[in-house]
């Protein structure tokens, strides 16, 4: 049971990166970004070529690890901002926003598998261990290297992120536009820079859990689907734009899959994630981060 337990916690780390940034956006820029699994390749890509030239230049250790991690979410922040020109910018002002940018996301999605298909070939990508190859034994099992830095590495950048929307003005900004975009427009906050700020952000955080799920998946042309599929189905569950919400809807969506794969099988489990997002959805509409603001009241 506590393989079952940690297998959960890294499964929630890494998808909950990926409906963090969904649900940022579309609270903050009522956008529905569909090209997330376009940006998730993008940081997986970047950072392998990043470990192929400094693999070439003898860099190892540290240096690789950090360098691997720092790229990918490099790569995806800035892919996030080729989105926002497309998708955001030119559509922003105008009228059904959200359905055009929902077509928009779509079609650099399948554009962009296409592209990475040309460019990269089909071939799966590794990545080089950015944890090491350890294992820790907790009592009758056991945790490796890249479960334990997958958790703490994700867990610390959802923490920097929060403070940062919490302290800065920057970020106080982006929290009124997830709050009133028309009443933060009315005191002078831009929706165009913090727009673009917001989908950055979201491209880093999913950057670094492309890095993440790589260490197990590889990098292909259409790695970004599956991951795509789950960061909506717990963004769905939380509540769209509710953290707390999303962090509680990737544990237990976390949970779900690891009880799934290891109990039953794991073809079975699209269908239960599937499934529980469906209940939530029929009991309670504003999905999880609804019931915790009921809770709180």
């Known amino acids: 049971m506590i393989e079952v337990v940690i297998s959960a916690l890294v499964l929630a780390s890494m998808y909950g990166l990926i409906a963090i940034g969904i649900s940022l956006t579309w609270a903050s820029i009522g956008m529905l970004n569909l090209a997330q699994g376009f940006i998730f ?9 990043y470990a ?25 922040a800035l892919a996030g901002l080729f989105v ?25 999605s399948l554009i962009g598998t296409q592209i990475w298909l040309i460019l990269f070939g089909p071939q799966n990508k590794p990545l080089p261990p950015v944890f090491g190859e350890g294992r820790i034994e907790i009592g009758p099992a056991g945790m490796s ?34 709050m009133d ?40 042309p259409t790695s970004g689907v599956q991951p795509l599929t789950t960061g909506l189905i717990i963004s ?32 079975l489990v699209p269908f239960v994630l599937f499934a529980i997002v469906v209940l939530i959805l029929i009991f309670r509409p504003r999905g999880l981060g609804g019931l915790l603001e009921d809770v709180r009241e």
């Open 52 to 76: 192929q030239y400094a693999e070439g230049w003898g860099l190892e250790g540290v240096g690789l690890s950090a360098g691997v991690l720092i790229f990918g979410m490099l790569g995806s």
């Open 181 to 220: 975009p028309l009443g933060a427009a009315v005191v002078g906050v831009s929706v165009r820079s913090t727009g673009m700020r917001v989908l950055a952000i979201s491209g880093a955080l999913t950057g670094l859990s492309s890095v993440l799920l790589a260490q197990v998946f590889f990098v292909s």
């Open 236 to 267: 769905l569950a939380g509540g769209l734009g509710s953290i707390p919400g999303t962090v509680a809807a990737a544990g237990l969506i976390g949970l779900a899959e690891a009880l799934t794969a290891r109990y039953l099988q794991q073809s």
């Open 84 to 108: 926002g020109a497309i998708a955001f910018l030119p559509l922003q002002d105008r009228d059904n926003f959200r359905t055009r940018s929902l077509i928009a996301t779509l079609a650099i």
């Open 145 to 178: 290297y890249q479960q334990l830095g997958t958790i703490i590495v994700a867990s610390v950048m959802l923490a920097l992120v929060i403070l940062w929307m919490r302290s800065s003005r920057r970020g106080l900004q982006m929290r009124a536009m997830m």
């Open 41 to 49: 390749t993008a940081g997986g890509y970047t950072a392998w070529l």
